[in-house]
C-alpha cells in the first residue's frame, strides 16, 4: 500500500458570514489580495471590507484574473508584484475566477480563501481545476495538492446573483450523482473511493425536492431555507465527492458532452456549464438506458426550463461530428462501465429528439 493524504475542505455559510474573516484567516498573516471577476468583486467588496474591519487582516487590491481560467492568466497573476507579496489569497465570484487562484495559488504556496458568489458549481472547495486555452475551449484539468484552506459561503450575495447562475448550478449537480455511480459502477472500491461515491447518491433528491423553490427564492433576491439545502448541495455536497474519488468517477459523459459542445463558440457565448450538463445528464441516462431516471430528470429540467433536446443549446444536428470526436477523447469517459461510442452517444441524442417532438 502506498501513502495518501486527503485534505478536506472547511466552510462557513450565512447571510452575514464574512465577520468570520478574521477569526478563520488571521493565523495565516496580515495582507490579502481580492483576485476575481469584475462584477463578483464589485459584489462583494462592501461586505469583505467591513468583514476585515477592526481586525489585524488589511485587504491590500482588488485584481481582475484576466477573464478565463488559462494558465496566461495564471501566469500573469504571478508576475503582479502585489499578489505575489500577499500573505494569502482571498478568490471571489464564479468557476473559471477561482480555478485561477486555486492553480496560482498551488504553485506559489499561498494561502488560498474562496468566497462563492454564485451557487454555479463546486469550484470552491475542490481540488481540481478546469483549464481552457486562448481560444476558451477546454484544455485539461490541473489538481492542486489540496482544496482550498477555508470557503466562505454568504448566502445573501448569492440570492442576489442573476437567477441564470442558480438554474445552471441545479444543471451541474445533478451529473455528480449520475456520473459518479456510472463511472465507478462494478469496481470494488477502497475507503476513500467508497465513502465518495456514497456521498454522490445524496446529490439528486435534494435538487429534486427544492431545486424550483430555491429557483423562484433567487428570483426574488431570497434567502431561504430551501435555497440554502441548494447551495450546499450544488458547492458542498458534489465537491466533497470530487476531494473524495479518484478523477476516474468525478465525472463521465455529461461532462464528455458539455466539452464537446465548447468547440462550437456560440456555446461560451450563450449557454453555461452547467446549463449544457444538465442536458448531457439526459444523454448519459438514455444511453445508459436509465429510463425511468431519465424520464424523471426530463421533467424536472423541463419544469426549470433546463435543456431538453438540440435546440435548447442550439447545437444543429449537422453539428454534432465535431461535438462528438471532441467528447470522445476527454478524460472523462475513458474509465466506464462499458466502451462508449460515437454511435451510441449519437442514438441517445436522436432518441432525446423524439421525446421532444
Known sequence: MSNYSVFLPSYSIGDDVYKEIPKVCEPYGKKAVVIGGKT?????????????????IEIVDFVWFGGDSSYENVEMLKKNPVVANADMIFAVGGGRS?????????????????????ASNCAAITATTVIYDANHVFKELYFPKKPATHCFINTKIIAEAPSDFIWAGIGDALSKEYECTFSSRGNELDHTNLLGVDISRNCVEPLLKYGQKAYEDVKNNTVSYELEQVILNIIITTGLVSVFVINDYNSCLAHSVYYGCTMLEKIEKNHLHGEVVSYGVLV???????????????????????????TDIEVEEKELDKVLD????????????????KEMIYNAIMELEKLNL
Open 98 to 118: 477561482v480555478d485561477t487562484s486555486k492553480t496560482m495559488c498551488d504553485q506559489t504556496g499561498q494561502p488560498i480563501f474562496v468566497f462563492p458568489t454564485i
Open 284 to 310: 448519459l441516462l438514455t444511453c445508459d438506458k436509465q429510463f425511468e431516471e431519465r424520464d424523471r430528470v426530463y421533467r424536472f429540467n423541463k419544469s426549470l426550463g433546463l435543456p431538453t433536446c438540440l
Open 40 to 56: 463578483a468583486m464589485s459584489k462583494a467588496k462592501d461586505a469583505l471590507l467591513q468583514g476585515v474591519k477592526g481586525s489585524n
Open 326 to 341: 471532441k467528447a470522445l477523447i476527454t478524460e472523462d469517459i475513458k474509465h466506464v462501465p462499458y466502451k462508449i461510442t
